[in-house]
């Protein structure tokens, strides 16, 4: 019988994560790593960020589900390269798997790099896929208490996207207090509320995002 130690596995997916940092560095492609509950809306956010960014710099994704080729086929339609990866009973994405796929990627066109990793707050927070940041993504109907309840990935994340708001007046959730506690678990936080579906805060998060990509091809030709 075959035994994997938790503690081995994450510095074989750390070394791994490092040399994906390089090729991303090499080809001055932003990464961005989404993470979310299942269903908080990283596919919505990702179809409404395609129609306002293709247009201007070459973004491709890569889909991690657990099963099924589902928001890959609702990206397609968006004429960017997607990339699906179905980790067969694997509730996050890992290094080695990004590794894999990029490989097929045409890396020397692509200025951001979007992944979308499988629905779960708390596996894909453990693992440093080499992007450039997480950006996690919190909904307005999962409840107030998740950031207390499941602080890592906020700890991890570069921006928070609170998503939803539109559901705000049908729902407990009390939009300020969850502001103040995510500030709590991390300072440094970029927070965007948005609704993806009406509109509401998404120029915000947009051009955030954009400046974040100028920024990194910025000091690469540095
Ligand atoms: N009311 C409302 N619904 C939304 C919003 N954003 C997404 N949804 C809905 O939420 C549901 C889930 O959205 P998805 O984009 O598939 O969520 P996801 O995070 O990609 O889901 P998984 O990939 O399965 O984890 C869909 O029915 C969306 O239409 C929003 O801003 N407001
Ligand atoms: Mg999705």
Redesign the pocket.
Known sequence: MKVFMARDLLQTNAGMAQRNRGVFSRHNILAINLI??????????LEKMLDALAGEMNIAVIEG?IYTSR?AQRLEDKGVEVIQINTAGACHLDAGMIAGVLKEMPLEKLDMIVI?NV?NLVCPAEFDLGEDFKIS?L?VSEGSDKPAKYPLIFRQSRACII?????IPYTDFQLEQVIDEIKDINGNLEIFP?????GDGMGAWISWIRDMQKGKSRSAGE
């Open positions: 979310s509950s299942p269903g908080a809306g990283k596919t919505t956010l589900d928001d979308e629905g993504v909904s998503n939803k708001i539109d559901l948005v609704s993806a579906t009406k």
